[in-house]
């Protein structure tokens, strides 16, 4: 069964510091990998990662995949209070082409 | 609008009711899902559509859960004999052909009492 571990599953930091999410994952025919941030209700895409080592940027958020060693960060730097939500990894894979299995989101809380 | 739109936003029911959800997929998306999250945990996939097949069901989906999109439009999900452990968040999301980066609705927060 795939399976998406997703660290810390909580973590508490100040605006203006920089934070590390990690996602690692076991899947059988890996395609993609996705980011999202989860606030009150629906999950708002970040990121999709297919190939290992190129960045993924976006403003203060960045991504990059490590497919040899199976896992992907998400760094977010200079927090700012409105970055506090759950972060969700996703991984596509296995003989589907649409369905995503999720990790269980690390919940980000930056304090002003 | 040109987001994904799920109706209602909230629902409580008694157990043994039927319920149904309704999703509005973005007009050009062939592909919707449905999802169910519960609380600290990341969504679960239930059910697929591509237009108005439905490809893949969860084994999550149990006999009581029905899914439909008629017409390859808008979609239904229905729950019958509801009991507690349904309670969650039932969340649709769409998205156009070889895309993987889905456009989530806000969910339909569903309470069982």
């Known amino acids: 069964e795939d399976k998406v571990v997703q660290s810390p599953l909580s973590l508490v930091v100040h605006e203006g510091d920089t934070v590390t999410l990690n996602c690692s994952y076991e899947?059988?025919?890996?395609?993609?990998l996705l980011w999202y941030k989860q606030e009150k209700k629906a999950p708002t895409f970040l990121f999709m990662l297919?190939?290992?080592?190129i960045e993924k940027k976006s403003g203060r958020l960045s991504s990059i995949l490590d497919k040899k060693e199976l896992f992907s960060i998400l760094n977010i730097t200079a927090t700012q209070t409105g970055d506090s939500a759950v972060y969700l990894c996703?991984?596509?894979?296995?003989?589907?082409?649409?369905?995503?299995?999720f990790g269980k989101g690390t919940l980000l809380t930056v304090n002003p | 609008d040109t987001g994904v739109s799920q109706n209602p936003r909230h629902k409580i029911t008694k157990r043994g009711q039927n319920v149904t959800f309704r999703c509005d997929p973005i007009?050009?998306?062939?592909?919707l899902y449905w999802y169910r999250q519960t609380l600290g945990q990341g969504p679960e996939f239930l059910t697929y559509?591509?237009?108005?097949?439905?490809?893949?069901k969860s084994r999550l989906l149990s006999d009581r859960f029905s899914a439909e999109r008629p017409k390859g439009s808008f979609s239904t999900l229905e729950i019958q004999r509801t009991e507690q452990g349904d309670s969650a968040m039932y969340l649709c999301?769409?998205?156009?052909?070889?895309?993987?980066?889905?456009?989530f609705g806000s969910g339909t927060r569903l309470t069982v009492v």
């Open positions: 996703a991984v596509n894979s296995g003989g589907s082409n649409y369905k995503l299995t």
């Open positions: 297919t190939s290992s080592g």
């Open positions: 999301a769409s998205s156009p052909w070889r895309d993987y980066g889905y456009t």
């Open positions: 007009s050009e998306h062939n592909r």
């Open positions: 559509f591509q237009n108005e097949a439905q490809l893949e």
């Open positions: 899947v059988t025919n890996f395609r993609s």
